[in-house]
């Protein structure tokens, strides 16, 4: 059994009967080492596009989507899934973005990606757009929430920035008036992805999985710790939030590309 399965065995997640126990995202690969998985981790979001991902992420993203939107008889409407990782700097955004790109190619309904991580946003440069007008904005308004969405891809790829006066913000993500906004995404569009802060440090992520249908977990292959994961999921089933799916990114093999690509 390898090292990385057994991290997601050990932290106790208790998925829906039907779901992979984990989705291995390996970013990036192959690589020959953490080290230049981090290097590439460290890119700017906005050299990354569905083009580029390897056969092997491509797919397991395609696993995600399919496991967590299109099977098991989901609704079509209103599909709300937070993403949020154990630790700071495990790919989250990364992953939810990848998920946003291959569910909006997937299907025809309208797929809509939120940026609530007000400590690390970073998906409005990952679309090279301003960082203007958002979710901060929503929670202090009553505007409707599509008045703060843009097309970035197609016409069917929405996003929500995280917006200005984030630090006056912050605290609304565990108020009713979140509550509301996420209702209110659900109305709007046909699946809605909300990346959320780390959950070992904030608190925010468990807020919004209450309020949504469910959580992915992101962990970093080879980083994240066992104790950690099982306190947050224990954290998670305490406080009534679903737990969709796990995913473990950043795995690496220690193969090269040219071999890789032929298995």
């Known amino acids: ?21 984990r989705i291995e995202m390996p970013f990036g690969v192959p690589t020959r080492g953490k080290g230049r998985a981090r290097a590439k981790d460290r890119a700017h979001l906005a050299s990354l596009r569905p083009a580029d991902l390897s056969r092997a992420a491509r797919e397991e993203t395609l696993r995600l989507v399919q496991s967590v939107f299109l099977l098991r008889g989901t609704s079509v409407e209103g599909r709300v899934v937070v ?10 955004s990364r992953v939810c973005l990848q998920a946003a790109h291959i569910l909006a190619e997937s299907v025809p309904g309208s797929v809509c990606i939120v940026d609530a991580n007000f400590h690390r946003p ?49 605290g609304l993500l565990h108020s009713d008036c979140a509550k509301q906004r996420i209702e209110d995404l659900r109305k709007e569009f046909n699946y809605v992805l909300i990346d959320a802060p780390a959950l070992n440090e904030y608190s925010e992520g468990v807020a919004l999985g209450q309020f949504s249908d469910g959580l992915v977990l992101v962990l970093e292959a080879n980083s994240t710790r066992r104790d950690s994961s099982s306190r947050i999921a224990e954290r998670l089933r305490a406080t009534h939030v679903n737990i969709l799916g796990a995913v473990l990114n950043k795995r690496t093999f220690p193969i090269p590309d040219v071999l890789y690509r032929r298995l």
Do not use: H, K
């Not at 993403?83 to 989250?92: L, M, R």
């Not at 996003?159 to 984030?166: D, E, P, Q, R």
């Open 83 to 92: 993403f949020a990782s154990v630790d700071s700097g495990s790919g989250c």
């Open 122 to 170: 970073s998906l409005p440069n990952a679309f090279a757009v301003r960082n203007q007008y958002g979710l901060a904005n929503a929670l202090r308004t009553s505007e409707p929430i599509r008045d703060f969405a843009r097309v970035v891809r197609g016409e069917n790829l929405w996003l929500i920035s995280c917006g200005s006066g984030i630090d006056q913000s912050v």
């Open 1 to 21: 059994m390898s090292r990385n399965f057994e991290l997601l065995q050990q932290a106790g997640l208790d998925l829906p009967d039907g779901l992979p126990e």
